[in-house]
């Protein structure tokens, strides 16, 4: 049986880690195949639907990641975010869904490298961990 | 501060002793109007009323023991704007709880409006107040009020013989006191054979009662003690439910099973009074899927559940609503396939209001979690980054 390869899904900001993620792309850093990037102008903007969504149909983890604090291109967008992803962490988690998979990085525009690592160390974790919960079932 | 009052209880008549108050209430020159729950001749109904000519106060019922609404979002409509007149709303705790997360939502206000709390001994849910009126020969009215309160101070409302209990979110509920509230109508701890008392606990509540010219009481500790007690009962009965309730639902199959009568009606949205948003994502387009797009989902499992989007449904509305829901219940009461959706929104609820130290309903000047941040704050979703 071939080893289990996780889906991740990542909403990154455009300002700083989309342009983490294009920098270890064209300076061709080793990464793990298995992140779906969909680019958000802000992490400010990830609706907790998005996550709900991508977690009941199909992906195994969720990455949100975005500008360091004070660094945000909106000024105040990544400390929404946090607030957001800790109100997911105790609705999901009470459900029975681990507690890692579901993240929250800063990762500045110049930080490719720290881009790959995020992903690498993520995807090695999620393999460790297993498919997602709710994965297998038929309910969405 | 506080400072109370009493009206007098003539013939055990404890409804007449609330309807003379309100009365009194709406003869004082600033009053234009009295929003209060009232008897309906209909079938025993019991809704609210905006009643402003004081003979029409004869069927003003606060203390029925229905509940098919929380008139939060009545009131929220009757605040928006300028009301021509001072507005008294007669309101459950659980009722004025919802309507202080509104006002934080800039959906009402407390402008020209006198909030009049009413002890809250609990009430049946819809299913439950109909079996209490057949076996009351289809009505109850206001005599029905009276022996509900009485019965219920004694601690003799309970389920068995065919008898109803009280709804679950009520027997769960740790608020029977509104802690908001202008004015209180007193009914714990009071010789409810002789009176009930009037609590003032705010400038604007002492300022009003201090204009009916009531006659003063001093409810001791008696009034304290039966509301702690009350409490305490309640808390036990609430923990109890939510252990159930995470139990049932410690996994996305369980949660799933939990749900699975879920035929997305949305009723529990609609009856839910924090549920804020003016259009619902789930009632338009977004949610109004291409027919390929289901097949594509039912071949990655082999078969797909419909309707769709269900648990979507359920976790995005925790997620939206979980952290102002007061625990009214109104969403089960709603259900109509009988879904327990308030044990599992309570649960949500006390999780995330714990996880931001907050409590829907305190206080209109604490603001809701979600809209506002720390600059240092939650390091652990971040990997212990700030």
């Known amino acids: 049986m071939s080893e289990f390869e996780p889906t991740i899904v990542a909403f990154v900001c455009n300002w700083c880690t989309y342009t983490a993620a294009d920098l270890a792309g064209t300076a061709r850093m080793v990464q793990s195949p298995n992140v779906r990037l969909i680019r958000m102008m802000c992490t400010g903007m990830v609706d907790p639907k998005y996550v709900i969504k991508a977690l009941l149909s199909g992906a195994d983890a969720v990455l949100v990641s975005g500008c360091h604090p004070g660094d945000c291109h909106y000024i105040n967008g990544n400390y929404k975010a946090r607030r957001r992803i800790k109100l997911l962490t105790e609705i999901l988690t009470g459900f029975g869904f681990d507690e890692r998979r579901l993240k929250l990085t800063w990762v500045g525009a110049s930080e490719g490298n720290e881009f790959a690592e995020t992903v690498n160390k993520m995807v090695e974790d999620i393999k460790e961990l297993g498919p997602g919960e709710a994965t297998a079932i038929e309910v969405m | ?386």
Request: negative net charge.
């Open chain 2, 1 to 386: 501060m506080a400072s109370t009052a009493q009206i007098e209880v003539r013939d055990g008549n404890i409804v007449a002793a609330v309807q003379d108050f309100l009365g009194k209430l709406l003869a004082d020159q600033e009053i234009a109007g009295i929003f209060t729950p009232r008897q309906l001749e209909a079938k025993g109904t019991v809704m609210p009323a905006l009643i402003t000519s004081a003979d029409k106060l004869a069927t003003a019922d606060p203390l029925a023991p229905s509940f098919p609404l929380n008139s939060a979002r009545q009131v929220a409509q009757l605040t928006r704007g300028d009301l021509d007149g001072g507005l008294v709303a007669v309101m459950r705790p659980c009722e004025i709880r919802a309507f202080v997360e509104l006002i934080k939502l800039n959906q009402g206000s407390l402008h020209n409006l006198v909030l009049v709390g009413v002890d809250c001994y609990g009430a049946y849910d819809n299913q439950g107040y109909r079996r209490v009126m057949e076996n009351n020969g289809d009505s109850l009215g206001l005599e029905g009020s009276n022996s509900f309160i009485k019965k219920a101070a004694a601690g003799e409302i309970g389920a068995g013989n065919g008898v109803p209990g009280l709804a679950r979110a009520c027997l769960a509920c740790e608020h029977p006191v509104s802690p908001v509230a202008d004015l209180t109508i007193g009914l714990m701890g009071a010789d409810l054979g002789s009176q009930i008392f009037i609590e003032a606990s705010t400038p604007k509540g002492e300022g009003l009662l201090s204009r009916l010219e009531l006659k003063d009481a001093a409810p001791g500790d008696a009034r304290d003690k039966a509301i702690e007690a009350l409490v305490a009962k309640r808390k036990a009965y609430r923990d109890a439910m939510f252990e159930e309730t995470a139990e049932a639902t410690a996994t996305p199959e369980k949660l799933a099973d939990y749900l699975a009568g879920c035929i997305n009606c949305y009723n529990c949205r609609v009856a839910c009074p924090v549920c804020y948003c003016r259009e619902c994502v789930f009632v338009t387009d977004v949610f109004s899927h291409e027919p390929w797009q289901y097949m594509g989902w039912a071949r990655k499992k082999g078969a797909l559940r419909m309707p769709t989007d269900t648990m979507l449904y359920h976790l995005t509305r925790l997620a939206h609503m979980s952290t102002a829901c007061i625990g009214c219940g109104q969403c089960s009461n709603a259900c109509p396939n009988d879904i327990p959706v308030m044990e599992l929104f309570r649960l949500g609820a006390h999780r995330t209001q714990e996880a931001f130290e907050y409590e829907a309903g305190r206080s209109p000047e604490e603001a809701p979690p979600l809209s506002v941040f720390q600059e240092k704050e939650f390091s652990e979703v971040t990997g212990g980054l700030d």
